[in-house]
């Protein structure tokens, strides 16, 4: 079958073996799977993936021999093909999702991580095999381009659900990225008031404003401190008194901050915009050593909070918010492309004009 592989930086289109369905696993036919950050920092940054990894003590990592090639790709829509052994109640032709998670006997840890395993590839290729036992039902008016966003959408969830915010709090999203616009997507379906999101790209904004965003920013325009404060001030009149602070006078900012850019500097202007007491999330992956003010944080006496991917019962939730018709990522995607345009498509996506885009392996 066809498959990306990378190895090393080295992105190549090339004919791999079919994987075989084991034991309580199915083989299924990729419909599409959506082209994630993770996956294009591991085209860049594997080996310093794999070394954070070990500081972190994630076996799943370091464990494994990445020398010969590893097939990506771990937000998919499949249909099943054919049953493994011991395997009931998979038809063929069933549309299904997972979180991306191979359970095996064969495996150390007990399980591979599909799209980061170098021993099963992953969906950028026209077959994957999955657990039966972690399956989910794409429902019939769900397409293929919005189940391949379940997996994003769980990540947005997740990060919204770990941060403790609720209705009658505000928040700023940096970065309309498929994260970011998922985080706002979560914290509207979470009855969250007011919420701006910034980002530099017009395309982005657009979206986030489509998708329910109180303000849209261009940071490179306004001053983000200053317009947050004049859209807050009713909220939080700057004359008011906060005597649990030392009697200081409140400045009207936003009560969380989600981090869903990834670069040096921002995890920074984060600390800057929130409120005093606020809550910074970070989301977003920044590759390099970064420097934050820790004076500043002690001052305003924050609250920084990393999260990481999701639950298996967010997995699913996620899913059947599309069933239920609560959130539509439809506009989210906004290309895609088939196998051997995918190389490509992993340098392109540094256009800011682009979001989400998808693999499908059948495109012509």
């Not at 990729?30 to 080996?47: E, P, Q, R, T």
């Not at 306004?222 to 006078?249: I, M, T």
């Amino acid at each position: 079958m066809k498959a990306m592989v990378l190895r090393g930086t080295a992105l190549t289109v090339e004919e791999v073996a079919v994987p075989t369905a084991g034991e309580g696993q199915v083989l299924a036919r990729v419909l599409a799977c959506g082209i994630c950050g993770s996956d294009l920092h591991a085209a860049k940054y594997m080996d310093q993936m794999i070394e954070t990894a070990k500081t972190s003590r994630r076996n799943a990592w370091y464990e494994r021999d990445y020398s010969n090639g590893m097939v990506m790709g771990h937000e998919f829509v499949a249909e099943v093909v054919e049953a493994g052994p011991g395997v009931s109640g998979w038809a063929p032709g069933s549309r299904v999702t997972s979180v991306p998670v191979l359970q095996t006997k064969e495996s150390p840890t007990g399980y591979h991580s599909i799209g980061y395993s170098p021993e099963i590839p992953g969906a950028y290729s026209e077959y994957i095999v999955m657990s039966a036992n972690l399956l989910l039902k794409v429902a019939d008016n769900v397409s293929d381009a919005v189940a391949a966003t379940t997996e994003p959408s769980a990540v947005g969830l997740h990060a919204v659900r770990e941060s403790g915010i609720g209705p009658g709090h505000s928040a700023l999203v940096m970065g309309a990225g498929p994260i970011g616009l998922m985080t706002l997507i979560w914290l509207k379906q979470e009855g969250v008031g007011y919420i701006a999101v910034s980002d530099y790209s017009p395309e982005r904004r657009a979206l986030a404003a489509q998708f329910g965003a109180s303000e849209v920013f261009d940071p490179k325009e306004v001053d983000l401190a200053e317009a947050l404060s004049h859209s807050l001030f009713r909220e939080k009149p700057s004359g008011k008194q906060d005597e649990s602070y030392g009697g200081g006078p409140i400045v009207a900012a936003p009560d969380f901050v989600f981090e869903c850019v990834g670069v040096n500097g921002t995890l920074q202007q984060a600390m800057e915009l929130v409120q005093l007491k606020g809550t910074v999330v970070v989301v977003g992956v920044c590759m390099q050593p970064d420097t934050i003010t820790p004076l500043l944080g002690i001052n305003k006496q924050l609250t920084m909070k990393f999260v990481l991917g999701y639950t298996f019962p967010e997995y699913a939730e996620a899913l059947q918010a599309f069933a239920d018709g609560k959130v539509d990522t439809t506009t989210l995607v906004t290309r895609t492309v088939n196998l051997d345009e995918l190389p490509a498509a992993f340098k392109a996506l540094s256009d800011p004009k682009d979001c989400k885009v998808l693999v499908v392996p059948g495109k012509k």
